[in-house]
């Protein structure tokens, strides 16, 4: 097949905080040099809009953003719903709201601010663009594909091949996807990155433990004066979660008017059963919450995977022609709940290397390393080691006693018993058990929101006229090992009701992908069991809309 080819001095997959950052850092220092005219950057993003597959809580810690933009960030325009204030962390049963005397320190948000980080990537986007001027191309409804690879070097990424018709075959308008033909390139696709897993795969860069991961959904809703003042920050701990299960909730209010809330919960629990999303609405009946958002409207609606592994389940990171930053180089700071700080740094330091690669003319190993040294004395180590070992002591102790155990490995600099503390992947950790059981989530009018219309808020749309893009590699096994063994988790683990087991010929079963339902989470690629599921990016460039999300 005939692909067209782009040359690139550097290509950044995904407009995230941590590429939007390598971008314009490279930029300022290429325009130090005197060198930015003669280099092209290209940054490929696979929603609509930059901002539009944005998902985040978000607090977020500024120390990053004064080091890349200057003391004042704020006054340049980046966007900022409010500072933080009042902050309280309670522990929840199923009738009571119990106030903590303390705030754990690594819940500590004073001098951190509260942002939609879809507006934060908007305004970095025009930073970008106006730093670097025709030098950088933001392409935007552009996913990449593939990985290109000549050996172990990294020579670009493949665009989506657009035209496929329903089964797969090729349309009357097909055209194959351009290869981007790049001498870096820098992975920032955020959570499960669908080429960052390739590309680890394929060069064997897995991490000391493997990745684990929580699914966060998170709803935004604006509520009648008086409840609520801008700044204040709740976090829950305990219901509705088992003991098995490590996550929790944060309300964050963005005004006096509307609040940012959610619940993250981890996928290594155990319980074919378990349903994100159906947690996060049982958790709105309780009465803190109820009390919250009586009368008010639901504005937004959204799910994303968090990657809650921390150091020990960072992939190798740099090689010949590539670099892998933020979320997608599990840089996520879990303790914290935190990860765009860290983020906008890794970011930052990939783009000082990557312009000393292109000044030395040497995109090698030799010198893209400098990423991992440079990582290894920020701050970014100093946060995450002291959490090297956070989710494997949930993870191995339960939530009860783990809030202890961690809260002494953290006082002791995350060292406990042996270091590292080893942990299994989401889908091994899934007993066999049956996905149907009733988990007792009442409907209320007005406070409950059903998945269908959670999408609908999340206004995630894909072209019906398509390949589906979530690949099962043996369909037969959802209605015959899976459905006795597990019971079909993924119709409860997907908060988006896409895989849904429907009547076929006889007396039998079979899998529906209602894929046009997709909002891009990635928990099907992690917690499948089987892991037959595979998430590959829409020719569509559909998906999410989670603007002010
Ligand atoms: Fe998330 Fe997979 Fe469901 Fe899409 S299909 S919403 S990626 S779980």
Redesign the pocket.
């Known amino acids: 097949m005939e692909r067209d080819t782009m040359p690139a001095d550097v290509l950044f997959v995904g407009a995230g905080p941590a590429n939007l950052a390598a971008a314009w850092r490279l930029g300022q220092v290429l325009k130090e040099k005197g060198k930015l005219d003669e280099h092209v950057i290209m940054i490929v993003e696979k929603g609509r809009e930059v901002g539009d597959h944005i998902l985040s809580g978000a607090i977020m810690d500024p120390k990053a953003m004064v080091e890349l933009v200057g003391d004042d960030w704020q006054a340049k325009g980046c966007p900022v719903d409010a500072d933080v204030g009042d902050e309280t962390v309670y522990t929840l049963t199923e009738s009571k709201a119990r106030k903590m005397a303390f705030i754990p320190p690594p819940l500590k948000n004073h001098g951190s601010v509260i942002v939609s980080l879809s507006h934060v990537v908007r305004w970095m986007r025009e930073q970008v663009e106006a730093e670097l001027g025709d030098s950088v191309m933001i392409a935007e409804e552009q996913p990449a594909s593939d990985v290109l690879l000549d050996g172990d070097t990294v020579t670009g990424a493949r665009l989506v091949d657009r035209g496929r018709e329903k089964d797969g075959s090729e349309g009357g308008g097909f055209e194959p996807g351009a290869d981007i033909e790049a001498r870096i390139t820098v992975f920032g696709e955020g959570s499960r990155g669908s080429l960052t897993k390739v590309l680890v795969d394929k060069l064997n860069l897995g991490g000391v433990n493997p990745q684990v991961y929580g699914t966060g959904v998170k709803e935004i809703w604006d509520v009648p004066p008086g409840r609520v003042k801008a700044g204040q920050v709740w976090h829950t701990a305990g219901w509705p979660l088992e003991n098995s299960t490590y996550g929790g909730s944060w309300m964050y209010a963005m005004s006096d008017t509307r609040v940012s809330i959610g619940f993250v919960t981890a996928l290594d629990g155990g319980d074919a059963a378990c349903d994100p999303y159906e947690i996060m609405q049982k958790w709105k009946t309780h009465d803190l919450l109820r009390t919250l958002l009586e009368g008010g409207t639901l504005v937004k609606s959204g799910?994303k995977t968090v990657p809650e592994g921390g150091w020990w389940s960072r992939p190798r990171s740099h090689g010949n022609g590539f670099l892998i930053v933020g979320d997608s180089g599990s840089l996520l700071n879990i303790a914290r709940l935190k990860g765009i700080h860290t983020a906008i740094k890794s970011g930052m330091i990939a783009g000082q290397v990557i312009a000393e690669a292109l000044l030395e003319d040497d995109a090698t190993d030799q010198v893209l390393k400098r990423y991992e040294e440079r990582l290894s004395a920020s701050f970014i180590k100093e946060e995450l080691w002291r959490v090297r070992n956070w989710r494997q002591i949930f993870s191995r102790n339960g939530f009860s006693k783990g809030r202890f155990v961690a809260g002494l490995a953290w006082a002791l600099g995350g060292k406990i018993l042996k270091d590292p503390v080893p942990i299994h992947t989401d889908a091994a950790a899934m007993q066999k058990g049956d996905a149907q059981a009733n988990r007792g989530v009442r409907v209320e009018e007005g406070l409950t929101v059903d998945k269908v219309t959670g999408v609908y808020h999340a206004g995630s749309v894909h072209d019906e006229n398509q390949p589906s893009h979530?690949l099962i590699a043996d369909p037969n096994l959802c209605a015959t090992k899976c459905r006795e063994e597990y019971g079909n988790p993924?119709e409860r683990?997907?908060?988006?009701a896409?895989?849904e087991m429907v009547d076929a010929a006889g007396d039998g079963k079979k899998m529906q992908i209602n894929?046009s339902?997709?909002?891009?989470?990635?928990?099907?690629?992690i917690a499948d069991p089987y892991g037959v599921?595979t998430?590959t990016v829409p020719q569509d460039n559909g998906g999410p809309k989670y603007l002010g999300m």
């Open positions: 799910a979530l993924c683990f997907c908060p988006a896409v895989y894929f339902n997709c909002v891009h989470c990635k928990t099907c690629d599921i998430w």
